[in-house]
C-alpha cells in the first residue's frame, strides 16, 4: 500500500532546494528531493510555451507577407526544447500513483501562474492542487506559507490575466514583426509594450532635435546680508533681451529697496515612502548606475539566495495591518553595522507606523520591499548586493521617523516698482533625513531650484528699507529637454501603465539587444535603427494609451472585473488592423549599420551589431545566418612598405589583407601553395599521428614542406 505523498513545483532548483529543506526531504534525486511526506521538483523558469506558428503549419516555418496574419483558432501549447529533460521528469512525478495532490510554489505573481498551470495542463494534472503564497524566502516564511496554504482555484483569475497576456504578445507582436521583416526585408521587432515605449524615447528625441536654444540673463543683487533674485510680473526670471537686461540693472543699481512681504512658515517633508520594484529601479539607476535589469538580477539574489528582502516584483509601497507586529524583529535583524545606531532607537519604543506606511487597501498581491527577520552578515554580500540592500535598509528605518521640519521665510523686496524675492530656511529637526546624513537615496524633491535660496536669511521685518549694493547680470541659455535615463523612462513607463513593475526592465533589456536604442553614459539614446522602424510601425502600436488601456484590462482579469473572451477578441482585431497597415505601406527602410564587408557565403553586405563581446558582423539574409566578430583581425602577412602586419578582412571574392595606412591591398588566393609555419606545425602533427600505416607520413609531408620552401 503507497503512503501517499505531496508533490511541490518550484520555479527555480535553488527555491525547490531550500522548501525540501525546511520540509525535510533529504533524498536527493537528479529532478527532484523526497521526503516521507512530500516530493519537491522544480521548473527551470517556463517548461511550457506556446506553440510555434509552424507547429500549426509546416508553411509558417517560412516567412511570408502573404502568410499573416496568423491567428490560431485556440492557442496550443508545447514542450520548450531546451528544457525538455525537467519538464518530462516533473510529467512523471505528477503521473506517480503515490501523488495525491500537487502544491504550486513557484513565485507568487501573474507570471509564475502562467508557467506552473501550462505545466499542469501539458501534464493533464486533474487531482487536487493548493497554492503557496509567500513574501520572503526565509525559513519561518515557508513554514507559515504551508500551514496557510491557498486552494488553488483562488488564482484562476491570475492566471486568466496571464494567459491573456501571454496570447496577445504572441498575436501581435509575432505577426507585426513577421510582416514588419517581410515587408521592409530587415529583422525589424515590435510589440505591444516594446513599440510605445520606443515611441516615447523618440518622441523626447524629436523635441531635443527641433529645440532652438535661447540666451537670456537673470538679475541678482546684493542687499548686504543677503542677495535677491529679480521676477517678472508672470514669475520668470529670464530676461531674453539683453539691452532690456541692461537697463534693469542700471536702474536698481545703488536705489533702496522696501520689504514688502515678509511670510515666516514651517514646512514638514515626511519621510518617503517604502519601495516597490520600479522605485527601488529609480534610485537605483539614479544613485548607483544600475540598469533596471542590474537591480532586479541583484535584488532576485537579495531575496532568494540571501533572503534578506521580501518579494521583488511587486507594485505596492505599503504593508499590510498583520505585518505590524513583525517590525520590530526586522529593525532588530538591521540593527547592526552602520544602521546601528540609526534602528537602535526605535526599538526602545512602541512603533506607531501611519497609513502612509500600512495601509491594506492598497496593498494588490504583495506588499513593498522591506527586509525580513533574517539577521544579516554583511561581509557576505559582494559589492553590489551592498548597495542595493543599504538603499532598502535605509528606506525601511526612515519609515519610523518623524518628519524633516523646517522653517521657511520668504521675502519680497519692492525697488523702482520691480520686485525682488529670496528664501531662507533654517532647519529644525532633519527627522528621517538622519537617516541618510547627506547620503543619496531619500526622494528628491521634485520642485526645480528657483535660484531664490538664500541659505539662512538675517533678521528681517516688514516695511524694512535696504539699499541695493551692487546688480549683476548672469548669462544663461535655455536647455533642450533631457533624453531619458532608465530611471526616467521607467517613471514614464509606470505613468503611462506600459508593461509591469516585472517586466519593465526586460522591455528595455530587448530594446538595447534589438539595436533600437543604445546606452550613452547614463542617457538612452534611438539607434538609425530605432529611428526609422518607429515610423514603419503601425501607428496605433507607437502610443502609450493603447497598451495601456490592454495593460488595465488584464489588471481587470485578474481582479475577476473583466473577461478573458473580450479582451483577446479586441486583440485578434486589433492584430489584424496592424498587419493591413504594413502591408499596404509606402514607406521604405534603409539598413543603418551596413559594413564594408561581403557574406563569404551569399555576397550580401553584411550588417554591423554590437554585443556584450564587441562588435559582430551579420547576414542579414534569412537562409544564410553567416556571422563573424568584427573586431579587427591582423594576419601574419606583413604590409611591403610599412611592416607591420596587414588586417585580415573578407570579400565577394573570398578573404584579402589590407595596410589601411598605407592603402595596400593583397588577395589571398585560397589555392596558393604558401603554408605558414603554425599551418606546416599543424599538419605534421596530424599527419605524425598516422604513422602505423606502414608509411611515416609525417616524414613524407615534412621533407615535402621543405622542399616547397626553397
Not at 261 to 284: F, G, I, M, N
Not at 318 to 325: G, R
Not at 699 to 704: G, Q, R, S
Request: glycine share 8%.
Amino acid at each position: 500500500m503507497f503512503v501517499m505523498k505531496t508533490l511541490v513545483l518550484a520555479e527555480k532548483p535553488s527555491v525547490a532546494r531550500e522548501i525540501a529543506r525546511v520540509l525535510g526531504c533529504r533524498d536527493k534525486h537528479k529532478s527532484h528531493l523526497e521526503g516521507p511526506k512530500y516530493v519537491v521538483t522544480w521548473a527551470l523558469g517556463h517548461l511550457v510555451g506556446l506553440a510555434e506558428p509552424e507547429d500549426y503549419d509546416g508553411k509558417y516555418g517560412t516567412w511570408s507577407l502573404e502568410d499573416l496574419p496568423i491567428l490560431p483558432g485556440s492557442m496550443k501549447l508545447k514542450v520548450l526544447r531546451e528544457s525538455s529533460h525537467q519538464y518530462k521528469a516533473v510529467q512523471q512525478l505528477m503521473r506517480r500513483q503515490d501523488i495525491s495532490e500537487l502544491i504550486v510554489a513557484t513565485d507568487a505573481a501573474r507570471e509564475g501562474e502562467l508557467l506552473a498551470r501550462w505545466i499542469m495542463s501539458m501534464a493533464k494534472w486533474n487531482k487536487p492542487f493548493k497554492r503557496l503564497w509567500i513574501s520572503s524566502q526565509t525559513d519561518k516564511a515557508i513554514k507559515e506559507g504551508f500551514a496557510s496554504l491557498k486552494p488553488g482555484s483562488q488564482f484562476d483569475r491570475l492566471y486568466q490575466s496571464a494567459r491573456c497576456r501571454a496570447e496577445a504578445d504572441w498575436m501581435i507582436g509575432l505577426n507585426v514583426t513577421r510582416a514588419l521583416t517581410c515587408k521592409f526585408g530587415s529583422p525589424l521587432s515590435a510589440g505591444r509594450v516594446q513599440t510605445p515605449t520606443l515611441g516615447m524615447i523618440m518622441q523626447r528625441e524629436r523635441e531635443i532635435t527641433s529645440f532652438r536654444s535661447e540666451e537670456f540673463h537673470s538679475l541678482r543683487a546684493d542687499l548686504g546680508g543677503f542677495e535677491v533674485l529679480w521676477r517678472g510680473s508672470n514669475g520668470d526670471s529670464r530676461i531674453f533681451n539683453a539691452e532690456q537686461a541692461g537697463q534693469l540693472q542700471r536702474k536698481l543699481e545703488g536705489k533702496t529697496g522696501v520689504i514688502v512681504k515678509l511670510a515666516k512658515s514651517e514646512k514638514q517633508v515626511p519621510h518617503p515612502q517604502a519601495y516597490d520594484l520600479t522605485e527601488l529601479q529609480r534610485d537605483a539607476n539614479r544613485y548607483l548606475g544600475f540598469s533596471a535589469k542590474q537591480t532586479s538580477n541583484v535584488l532576485q539574489r537579495l531575496y532568494e539566495q540571501h533572503k534578506l528582502v521580501t518579494y521583488p516584483r511587486t507594485d505596492s509601497r505599503y504593508l499590510t495591518t498583520d505585518m505590524v507586529d513583525t517590525l520590530k524583529e526586522r529593525l532588530t535583524s538591521v540593527a547592526i553595522g552602520p544602521y546601528a545606531s540609526l534602528a537602535r532607537p526605535l526599538l526602545r519604543k512602541p512603533l506607531h507606523p501611519g497609513k502612509r506606511v500600512v495601509d491594506d487597501s492598497k496593498v494588490t498581491d504583495h506588499h513593498a520591499i522591506i527586509p525580513t527577520e533574517q539577521t544579516v552578515l554583511l561581509n557576505t554580500l559582494n559589492t553590489e548586493e551592498r548597495r542595493l540592500y543599504d538603499l532598502i535598509v535605509r528606506r525601511f528605518i526612515s519609515l519610523f521617523y518623524p518628519p524633516a521640519r523646517f522653517d521657511q521665510v520668504a521675502v519680497i523686496v519692492e525697488a523702482e516698482g520691480e520686485k525682488l524675492h529670496a528664501k531662507g530656511i533654517t532647519i529644525k529637526d532633519s527627522g528621517w533625513k538622519a537617516v541618510y546624513d547627506g547620503q543619496a537615496g531619500g526622494e528628491e524633491d521634485e520642485e526645480e531650484e528657483s535660484g531664490e535660496d538664500s541659505g539662512t536669511l538675517p533678521e528681517l521685518k516688514e516695511g524694512q528699507r535696504l539699499t541695493i549694493k551692487r546688480c549683476r547680470l548672469l548669462p544663461g541659455r535655455t536647455q533642450p529637454p533631457k533624453r531619458y535615463t532608465e530611471a526616467a523612462l521607467l517613471t514614464q513607463m509606470e505613468k503611462h501603465g506600459l508593461g509591469t513593475p516585472a517586466t519593465r526592465a526586460d522591455i528595455i533589456e530587448k530594446l538595447v539587444s534589438s539595436d533600437t536604442i543604445e546606452r550613452q553614459g547614463s542617457s538612452l539614446h534611438p539607434t538609425g535603427k530605432g529611428k526609422q522602424l518607429i515610423e514603419l510601425a503601425p501607428e496605433d502600436l507607437r502610443s502609450p494609451e493603447l497598451t495601456a488601456k490592454w495593460e488595465a484590462e488584464l489588471e481587470r482579469i485578474a481582479r475577476g472585473q473583466g473577461k478573458p473572451e473580450p479582451f483577446l477578441g479586441g486583440i485578434r482585431e486589433m492584430t489584424m488592423t496592424l498587419v493591413r497597415g504594413v502591408k499596404n505601406s509606402e514607406a521604405t527602410y534603409k539598413p543603418h549599420n551596413v559594413s564594408n564587408s561581403h557574406c563569404p557565403d551569399c555576397g550580401t553586405r553584411l550588417l554591423e551589431k554590437k554585443s556584450k563581446r564587441g562588435l559582430l558582423l551579420i547576414c542579414p539574409s534569412e537562409d544564410c545566418g553567416y556571422r563573424r566578430s568584427g573586431e579587427k583581425r591582423l594576419s601574419n602577412r606583413r604590409c611591403p612598405q610599412c611592416h607591420k602586419k596587414m588586417e585580415l578582412k573578407e570579400g565577394k571574392a573570398g578573404l584579402y589583407v589590407q595596410c589601411l595606412p598605407c592603402g595596400i591591398t593583397e588577395t589571398l588566393n585560397k589555392d596558393s601553395k604558401h603554408v605558414n609555419k603554425r599551418e606546416q606545425q599543424k599538419l605534421v602533427k596530424q599527419y605524425a599521428k598516422q604513422e602505423s600505416l606502414g608509411n611515416n607520413l609525417g616524414d613524407l609531408l615534412k621533407a615535402a614542406l621543405e622542399k616547397q620552401d626553397k
